[in-house]
């Protein structure tokens, strides 16, 4: 039989929580971080709303030797890796560092840092650029820090397919601990809120432009007129459940007990979007029945053409209002490949305390057959849970989370 | 000696802003002949301090020289031989 991969541990940076219980008990509070931007004067830039995390420092938690070196993201996600092993019981100096990969994936690596040395360049020239640039902005530098940090030589890498990143480096994982590997380190953190972020994210023409922190993303909803960009996400300690009873991991949260990913025809095609065949095949990897889901977490992209083929999707596989729906990333923001591992890790909690996080601000339009949970919590018994994230560019992917087999 | 040495001061100021400090480490404790691998500074935080040095003093420090140079005494020399004949120019 082959190996199951579970959650044991879980690290989370949200905009609306810093770490676990704080952010879970904001989800179930239905409380939003949605706000003006202020790591950036946004007033000349078309849209002015984010999802930021305050009252994080650096300083407080990593070693000084690191600071010159590591961006916001990097830093972020190292502290989310320390905090994913804490709840996990897991001191990687204990463990053989092979034992150990981190396999993460990144939006756009390093922005904030890699603006600052492309202003040094431009403006003093090249020998006011930081060594350090060479590796800090760089998409697989989340997972070489945490690797550096931890110790953990084994397999290791970086998936960059945006938003679907986030659960396609779960799936890389899964397949390395299938391989051999007995814990890797997974999930992601982006973090790109400064102008050249901002202005990269324009580009796609998805971001919302209202000032109004409540009306400004509103996935499902007549008024969706895209998404506010956030920062942060969720590590997670993936194990072969083997491994993890045999060590007595303190808790295992969940399996990620299926995958698929799929790709979009080029527009004009004749074929419909892949999101459907995602889902239908993360579900038969998983062997899993429609029937048997308890809660989708929606990609919520809050582009009407998008919400459109999400809805459609589920209600093709599903049947109409036939599977609980929400997006509590209408509380952060779309974090870039970080929503989709807080997606997974808040499917974690869904599984481990019976309830289903709200969908904040929208109103469901009536053109989606949907069951949208929305305003506040629903308590339900969740088993099994489906997680979906599109990518810019045609990324769909989809990955299902079930309690752990007893 | 140049007429404005380089000193420790100086060099513990440029590796606190280029590349920071390691905890375990007192870079106020006598580390004249403390190898910098030692300090906690790997070839990349060299780089960066190489860097600095360079910009700060408008010298340009010889590659391999600067690799030679493990230790703050050696540094301090290397980069002071190059500011007098700078200055001797």
């Given amino acids: 039989m082959t190996p199951a991969t579970v959650v044991t541990g879980l690290g989370v940076a949200a905009p609306n929580g810093l770490g676990l219980e704080p952010y879970w008990s904001a989800v179930l509070a239905g409380r939003g971080a949605i706000g003006r931007v202020s790591r950036f004067d946004p007033s000349s830039y078309p849209a002015q709303l984010a999802g930021e995390i305050s009252g994080f420092v650096a300083e407080d938690h990593l070693p ?31 463990l053989p560092e092979y034992d150990m990969g981190v396999i993460t994936a990144s939006h756009s690596g390093g922005f904030e840092f890699g603006q600052r040395e492309l202003q040094a360049l431009w403006s003093k020239g090249g020998r006011y650029v930081s060594a350090y640039q060479s590796f800090a902005w760089f998409y697989a530098v989340n997972s070489g820090q945490i690797s550096i940090r931890n110790g953990m030589r084994g397999p290791s890498g970086v998936v960059v397919s945006d938003q679907a990143g986030g659960l396609d480096a779960i799936a890389q994982a899964r397949r390395q601990i299938r391989k051999g590997t007995p814990l890797i380190v997974s999930g992601a953190i982006d973090a790109s809120i400064c102008p050249w972020g901002w202005v990269a994210q324009l580009a796609s023409d998805r971001i919302s432009r209202s000032s109004d922190p409540r009306r400004a993303y509103l996935p499902f909803d007549d008024d969706a007129a895209g998404h506010v960009p956030g920062e942060g996400g969720a590590l997670l300690i993936l194990e072969d459940a083997d491994y993890a009873r045999a060590r007595g991991a303190r808790r295992i949260y969940a399996e990620i007990a299926g995958h698929a990913a799929t790709f979009d025809p ?11 065949r995602a889902v239908e095949q993360a579900l038969a990897d998983a062997d899993a029945a429609p029937d048997e889901v308890d809660v989708v977490f929606a990609d919520a992209a809050a ?51 019976g309830v289903i996080p709200p969908t904040v601000h929208t109103a469901l339009s009536a053109h989606y057959d949907l069951d949208l949970v929305s305003g506040s919590p629903r308590s339900a018994p969740v088993r099994t849970a489906l997680v979906l994230a599109r990518g810019y560019g045609g990324f769909n992917s989809a990955v299902v989370v079930r309690a752990p087999r007893p | 000696m140049p007429a404005n040495p380089f000193t420790l001061d100086d060099l513990k100021s440029i590796l606190r802003e280029g590349a920071g400090a ?68």
Avoid at chain 1, 267 to 275: E, I, K, M, N, Y
């Fill in chain 1, 303 to 353: 582009v009407p053409e998008l919400d459109r083929a999400e809805a459609e999707a589920l209600t093709k596989v599903f049947g109409p209002r036939a599977v609980p729906v929400t997006a509590p990333k209408t509380m952060t923001g779309r974090l870039y490949s970080g929503a989709a591992p807080l997606d997974v890790a808040t499917a974690c909690l869904s599984i481990r305390d």
């Fill in chain 1, 64 to 94: 000084g030797r690191l600071l010159p070196q590591t961006d916001r993201m990097t830093r972020i996600a190292l502290v989310g890796a320390d905090w994913a092993l804490e709840d996990a019981g897991v001191v990687p100096q204990t």
């Fill in chain 2, 22 to 89: 390691d905890e375990g480490v007192d870079l106020d404790a006598d580390i004249l002949d403390s190898e910098f691998d030692a300090l906690g500074y790997e070839s990349l935080a060299m780089l960066e301090t190489a860097g600095r040095i360079e910009r700060e003093y408008g010298i340009s420090l010889d590659e391999e020289a600067f690799a030679d140079a493990r230790t703050p005494r050696a540094l301090l020399s290397l980069v002071n031989e190059r500011l007098s004949s700078a200055q001797a120019v």
């Fill in chain 1, 266 to 276: 080029p527009p004009g095609s004749s074929r419909g979007p892949g999101l459907q």
